[in-house]
């Protein structure tokens, strides 16, 4: 028998189809490498990212631990508002033309178990208002200049009272003449 073949090339002995299968083989091989390549790369992702946040976790557990214990604090001892004295006291005007201002206060402190014993600490909050009204000029306190007046003072007095907290600072009167 005499194979003939019509219109093309010679069939060979093992056939166009099995180039075909090696071909689609192939195609496949490379799909299921590119499938196991990107869930190594969704694997590695998560991996990263379970890690990034136990990091994170443990560096601010110690923020998470302290502001449960400052709670618990300010429940126990909740801040306390000690009244200042009227401070009169002269501005910096630099001509030489006296400016005064009168201010009246109070202060929240947290960290006292009674008000008692924040009378003796009066007389420092005192010379903290002193100090930095010598040093203030007339003009830094208009505006939003009581702002950073405020500001300032806080600063001072958490410096100058060191284990009690200064939570902040109401001012009840501010005359300026």
Do not use: C
Not at 17 to 42: I, N, P
Not at 61 to 69: E, N, S
Not at 77 to 92: E, R
Not at 117 to 128: G, K
């Amino acid at each position: 028998m005499s194979e003939t073949v019509t219109g093309g090339a010679p069939a060979s002995p093992r056939g166009d189809a099995g180039k075909e299968t090696g071909a689609a083989g192939a195609e496949a091989a490379r799909k299921g490498t590119t499938k196991k390549s990107k869930l190594k790369l969704v694997i590695g992702g998560l991996a990263g990212l379970i890690l990034l946040i136990s990091g994170v976790t443990f560096m601010e557990k110690d923020k998470l631990f302290k502001t449960a214990g400052e709670k618990a604090n300010e429940v126990l001892h909740p801040p306390i508002l000690v009244g200042i004295p009227t401070i009169v006291s002269n501005l910096d005007s630099g001509d030489g033309h006296p400016v005064y201002v009168k201010i009246t206060a109070k202060v929240e402190i947290a960290g006292a178990t009674d008000e008692a014993s924040l009378q003796s600490t009066i007389p420092e909050i005192q010379d903290v208002f002193q100090t930095y009204l010598h040093e203030t000029r007339p003009q830094d306190i208009r505006g939003n200049g009581i702002y950073r007046l405020r500001e300032a003072i806080i600063r001072r007095l958490r410096t100058d009272l060191a284990p009690l907290q200064v939570t902040n600072v109401y001012f009840v009167e501010l005359l300026v003449q």
